[in-house]
């Protein structure tokens, strides 16, 4: 039996600042979730959230882009957005770009990752919430995790793993897919991806077919979709681990060092990747510094297992794997990149290069310098 696991996400308000959601705001996602399983709409599902973004993770046999899963996210969302505007709550449906939900959750705000397979016996899963940055902050670590076999040492030990994965790549400038073979095509690869304003890992898959999906990412630029800042495009990615995937430890290794993403403080900012627990994911130093959560949890036929093994729907309680000391090594070390970014200012690179501030609210202040001083600039 295929299932899907979708996580959709979304920035519908939060308290004092862009720092974390009510728990009144997580409480109402939980209400319309929980009735989505009496309907028999999804099986199982929680509620997480890093930063100031609620994450609805779902498990069903819809498929990807199931109407009926995308409108019980939008429904919950719009659930927390009526709690965030009821308590004065700050940016309150920030995320929620249409008045009403049309078939699909994609273009109308929410981030989504999903995918669809052949649970195997036994399905450990690990997903990546991220906070204060854009879906091209999975580039480095899953490049790392899927071609790097000083990473992931099993593409060199395991034969289930040697032949390398398949990794799709969206153009975000374009809108094309495109797809590359590793190691094969590692330098082809490598050419593309290390532009981070443009580029974006979107899907990996094992070159195995009956393994079929390792990895997917949310690819939705909210201020594509509004032609505008409007808010950040916090993304989240979601790996297999395992008996042919990456092991659990492969798949954390690279947070170890905290790379620099693009969209930290106004989306217009370079900053460390912070990894931290699910209780320390407020960012608070100029915003940020941009946060990256890590929870597991199985499938097991149509249920979600976390650590307590409660069996009501909606109740798990993943394992956090960044709250460890271990990560405290690299939060020390995120701390001291963040501090040095921030002596620059408003100068580049601590602020990011001007292709992806074209939404930001700068592109405004632009406009006026050149008009008060009659210069006509076509491309402005
Ligand atoms: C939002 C975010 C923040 C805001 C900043 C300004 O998730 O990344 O850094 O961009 O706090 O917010 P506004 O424009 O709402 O005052
Ligand atoms: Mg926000
Ligand atoms: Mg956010």
């Not at 505007?85 to 995320?95: E, H, I």
Request: proline share 6%; hydrophobic share 40%.
């Amino acid at each position: 039996m295929a299932v899907t696991l979708s996580d959709i996400k979304g920035d519908v308000g939060s308290i004092a600042g862009h720092v974390k959601p009510h728990i009144n705001q997580i409480k109402a996602a939980e209400r319309v979730l929980k009735g989505a399983t009496e309907k028999k709409v999804i099986h199982d599902f929680f509620v997480s959230r890093v930063g100031d973004d609620i994450h609805m993770v779902m498990l069903h046999e819809n498929g990807e882009d199931a109407k009926e899963v995308h409108e019980t996210a939008w429904n919950a969302l719009k659930a927390a957005t009526e709690e965030a505007q009821s308590l004065g709550l700050y940016a309150a449906g920030q995320d929620l770009l249409k008045d009403a939900f049309s078939g699909n959750v994609k273009g109308m705000g929410p981030g989504v990752a999903e995918m669809e397979f052949e649970p195997r016996k036994a399905e450990p899963i690990v997903l990546f919430m991220a906070d204060k940055t854009s879906p091209s902050a999975f580039n480095i670590p899953l490049s790392k995790i899927y071609a790097d076999p000083f990473t992931t040492s099993g593409l060199v030990i395991d034969p289930r793993l040697h032949d390398g994965f398949m990794i799709q790549v969206l153009d975000q400038k374009m809108g094309d897919v495109l797809e590359f073979s590793l190691p094969e095509e590692l330098h082809d690869y490598l050419a593309i991806i290390g532009d981070l304003v443009r580029f974006s890992i979107k899907k990996v898959f094992s070159k195995d077919k009956k393994l079929g999906i390792a990895a997917s990412v949310s690819t939705e630029k909210l201020s594509k979709i509004a032609g505008k800042y409007v808010g950040k495009d916090d993304p989240v990615a979601m790996a297999r681990a395992q008996s042919g995937f990456p092991a659990v430890g492969e798949l954390l290794q690279p947070f170890m060092t905290p790379y620099l993403v693009p969209g930290w403080m106004r989306g217009s900012h370079v900053g460390p990747l912070y990894p931290c627990s699910v209780d320390e994911a407020n960012p608070t130093y100029f915003d940020g510094p941009p946060r990256i959560v890590a929870l597991g949890f199985m499938i097991k036929g149509n249920r979600l297992v976390g650590e307590e093994s409660d069996p009501q729907p909606g109740s798990h309680k993943p394992v956090d794997y960044f709250r460890g000391e271990e990560f405290g090594y690299a939060r020390n070390i995120a701390m001291n990149i963040a501090t040095y970014m921030r002596q620059h200012g408003p100068f580049m690179f601590e602020r990011l290069p001007e292709e992806e501030m074209e939404y930001t609210a700068l592109n405004e202040v632009l406009k006026r310098i050149f008009e008060k001083r009659n210069i006509k600039n076509k491309n402005r």
